[in-house]
């Protein structure tokens, strides 16, 4: 009877262990291991004697995290990179649509959401904020020639927003949700402007900058709509890495380490 039982546990075990192998297998987001070069080795060692940070971001967000072929790259990038090593250990990029990131954050899926994130408080009740690292302002992107010179020209027109941010949540609340198409990534927005299906883009002014380089025709108003702080999102019973993510990030900061990295991606005007 007793071997029956163990036999019983055992293949309970098996079964267990089968099905979540299969679960983690099944994920299909982008998980690439970064090594402190910026190259991605693609290793999905997952062993805690390793530490490796699970970071959680929208790889669509010039420069501060991008592809370029199979490699992540940017700000973000680089200072969760170093992060990492402060924390002695290794950095997982797990890329995903960007409304998905607080959730992530959430869930444990990801240790931490570094995306050009606004700091808010609606955010604030859902996951915690590391200091901030940089600034970000929300500017609006035209065509060359547009009659929009202002914000109050916004009113009544067709405003393309990345779905889930903060340029999406203050434009539906200014100028009405009828007013205001959610793209999924920024740069489908911008295409949506070229096509004319879009009046006009409300982002973030570095990726508005990228997106403006590399397509003609296009211009961003001189007005600011919004002034942000970007920081890092830890789930809320995570204080401890909280603490280690602001200690790292401080001593980041006063060593040059955060204002050399931007200067990389960032020139000075
Ligand atoms: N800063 C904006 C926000 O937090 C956009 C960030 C992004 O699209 N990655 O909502």
Sequence with gaps: MKRLLS???VVALVLSCAVLFTACGDKDVAKNEQSDNGAVENEQSEKKDNAVFKM?????????EYKEGEEFKGIDVEIATAIAKELGG????VDMEFDSIITSVQKGEVDFGIAGMTVTDERKEEVDFTSSYATGVQVVIVPEGSDIATLDDLEGKKIGVQLGTTGDIYAKDD???DHVVSYS???DAVIALKGGDVQAVIIDNEPAKAFVAENEGLKILETEYAIEDYAIAVAKDNSELLDDINDALEKLTEDGTIDEIIAKYIKAE
């Excluded at 959680?56 to 501060?64: C, K, L």
């Excluded at 290794?90 to 990029?93: A, D, G, V």
């Design 7 to 9: 036999l019983v546990l």
């Design 56 to 64: 959680g971001t929208n790889a669509a967000f010039p420069p501060y």
């Design 90 to 93: 290794k950095l997982e990029i």
């Design 175 to 177: 100028y009405g949700e």
């Design 185 to 187: 990534k920024g740069a």
